[in-house]
Nanobody, 128 residues
Framework: QVQLVESGGGKVQTGDSLRLSCAASGGIFSNYAMGWFRQTPGKEREFVAVVSGNNDNSHYADALRGRFTISRDNAKSTVYLEMTSLKPEDTAVYYC?????????????????????WGQGTQVTVSS
């Protein structure tokens, strides 16, 4: 059983940057591809980014590529999401999730249902 705890959310202004962290415990961290998703009230949870277990591959939602960067530190069992040039439409609860992939051979997934474990989320609010 893997536990995920997000942190780093908060209230910022348009154009600011923010770094989210997600600390994992209870499993071999490098056996999991790690993803970030976000959700606003009344909308489905949407894919943000994913990074492979050995940190050699990543994939982003098209609309966010260039502003958001995902990375991980396997020694610290932590995945990060660096967000820059934030906009009010980035306001959401951000969730990290773990996708079991010990071989690292599967294609990185942007589909919620492929992820096995989820954190509780951290709120990011961007004001104009």
């Amino acid at each position: 059983q893997v536990q995920l705890v997000e942190s780093g959310g908060g209230k910022v202004q348009t154009g600011d940057s923010l770094r989210l962290s997600c600390a994992a415990s209870g499993g071999i961290f490098s056996n999991y591809a790690m993803g970030w998703f976000r959700q606003t009230p009344g909308k489905e949870r949407e894919f943000v980014a994913v990074v492979s277990g050995n940190n050699d591959n990543s994939h982003y939602a098209d609309a966010l590529r260039g502003r958001f960067t995902i990375s991980r530190d396997n020694a610290k069992s932590t995945v990060y999401l660096e967000m820059t040039s934030l906009k009010p439409e980035d306001t959401a609860v951000y969730y990290c999730a773990a996708d079991w992939d010990p071989t690292g051979w599967r294609e990185l997934s942007s589909v919620m249902e492929d992820y096995d474990y989820w954190g509780q989320g951290t709120q990011v609010t961007v004001s104009s």
